[in-house]
């Protein structure tokens, strides 16, 4: 083999190893079994396969393809199932990749294979996941943090120790098939220099395919953290709702209690039936009509307390839109805000409307009401004294789940009413 040729093959093994673990890296099926905590049997052979089935053919490929030598990749293929996967699943993959080479008269590369597959697992076990991970395939790099730890405080590096160990079973390689030239396959040359980066190649190789992976790794931890962020906050929203629903609710039936006692009871029990769907779990959505039943409740509560004469609440709801699904609880802090700074202050009360309907691939949910308005100056009615824990926690758990899709709107007219609109995706109910 040419010098020339060599370098030339280094290279385009690099480009192999780094064109095969993005490939395999893009699959959701390899991802998931690559970063599960703990894998079945199932699921170890099918992460195997996603290993074995492409790189196999490289081996092929090398044995019959002249001058394809780059194709081969199997030495640091075993490593990697070694440092991710244990001592028997290399073996075994090892024992796979060798088939091609058996097939070719290569004799050698079954037991050898096998010998290094137990040597990586057996380093995979001796070192932290993270370390593993953690991997580079910048040599230099990772010899000068070695030194420069290592003068101010003595110790060993593990990933110095994978360097070399891989160094080293790269060495041993090249030296069995440099003695039985015919029976194990390794790139051999005959000038120091360049058999020197041979040896440092296998490294680089594995560092690659660790450095790509755990890219998508951090990724894909940074998304479910987000994810997770996200959850928690939204929890915390829907924990602020109920204590100030529950503590306006209580208010409107302490106040009946001596002069209308039965009334009181009766909204007790509906309150008790309020309470008990809160408390049930309960997935962030829920069909439009079950909103509306929740909201039903705490109208009846609020009918009681003011009068049927001084409340109204008028209906247009577009059919197509009752199983809808939208966020729970959506719908009732608005009314309450309607009727709290809205209507209450009005001696005569008013009517509530709440509206839905279909715009294309969205759902418009409107909460109207006739009464006093947003005084002159404010934006919104979360400005107003004492308003604003229910409206802003709706404007948050918008901002949450649906990002900039999603259209929260007030327009309000002092002494005539504010209309609260909310247009969002009209998707299908999770599963």
Not at 310 to 338: A, F, G, M, W, Y
Request: charged share 20%; glycine share 6%; hydrophobic share 50%.
């Amino acid at each position: 083999m040419t010098n020339t040729l060599l370098l030339i093959t280094l290279l385009v093994k690099l480009g192999v190893a780094a064109a095969v673990a993005s490939a395999l890296a893009r699959s959701r099926t390899f991802q998931r079994l690559l970063f599960a905590d703990r894998r079945r049997r199932s699921q170890t052979i099918g992460l195997m396969a996603f290993f074995l089935i492409p790189l196999t053919l490289g081996v092929w490929i090398r044995a019959t393809v002249p001058n394809f030598l780059a194709a081969d990749i199997s030495f640091e293929t075993v490593i990697l199932l070694g440092l991710l996967l244990g001592p028997v699943e290399a073996m075994l993959g090892g024992i796979v990749l060798s088939a091609p080479a058996v097939y070719h008269h290569e004799f050698l590369t079954l037991p050898f294979n096998a010998v290094l597959g137990l040597a990586a697992g057996l380093l995979g076990l001796s070192v932290e996941k993270e370390e593993v991970w953690d991997f580079t395939p910048f040599i230099d790099l990772s010899l000068y943090r070695w030194v420069r730890r290592n003068i101010r405080q003595p110790r060993i590096d593990r990933q110095i120790l994978m360097l070399f160990l891989i160094v080293l079973c790269e060495i041993a390689h090249e030296w069995i098939a440099r003695i039985y030239p015919k029976r194990l396959f390794a790139l051999n040359t005959g000038i120091w220099g360049f058999q020197i980066l041979v040896w440092l190649c296998a490294p680089m190789v594995v560092g690659i395919a660790l450095k790509v992976w755990n890219a998508l790794r951090i990724e894909l931890k940074l998304e479910e953290q987000k994810r997770l962020l996200l959850e928690a906050r939204l929890d915390a929203l829907q924990r602020q709702i109920n204590p100030h629903f529950l503590f306006n609710t209580l208010n409107s039936i302490a106040s009946l209690v001596r002069i209308k006692p039965e009334l009181a009871r009766e909204m007790t029990v509906k309150l008790a039936n309020i309470l008990r769907a809160l408390l049930k779990d309960h997935d962030s959505f829920v069909p439009l009509s079950d909103e509306l039943k929740f909201t039903d409740d705490y109208l009846d509560i609020e009918v009681v307390r003011f009068g049927a004469e001084k409340l109204r609440v008028e209906k247009e709801i577009d059919p197509r839109t009752l199983h809808v699904p939208v966020p729970s609880i959506l719908l009732q802090p608005l009314v309450e805000n309607s009727i709290k700074h809205g209507l209450e202050p009005r001696i005569h009360g008013g009517i509530i409307t709440i509206r839905s309907r279909l715009i294309g691939d969205r759902i418009l949910i409107e909460v109207a009401d006739d009464g006093v308005g947003i005084i002159a100056g404010a934006s919104t009615s979360v400005s107003r004294k004492g308003a604003g824990i229910g409206m802003k926690n709706v404007q948050e758990r918008l901002e949450v789940l649906y990002g900039p899709q999603a259209r929260f709107t007030v327009v309000s007219n002092p002494g005539r009413g504010t209309l609260v609109a909310i247009e969002i995706p009209a998707g299908t109910l999770p599963d």
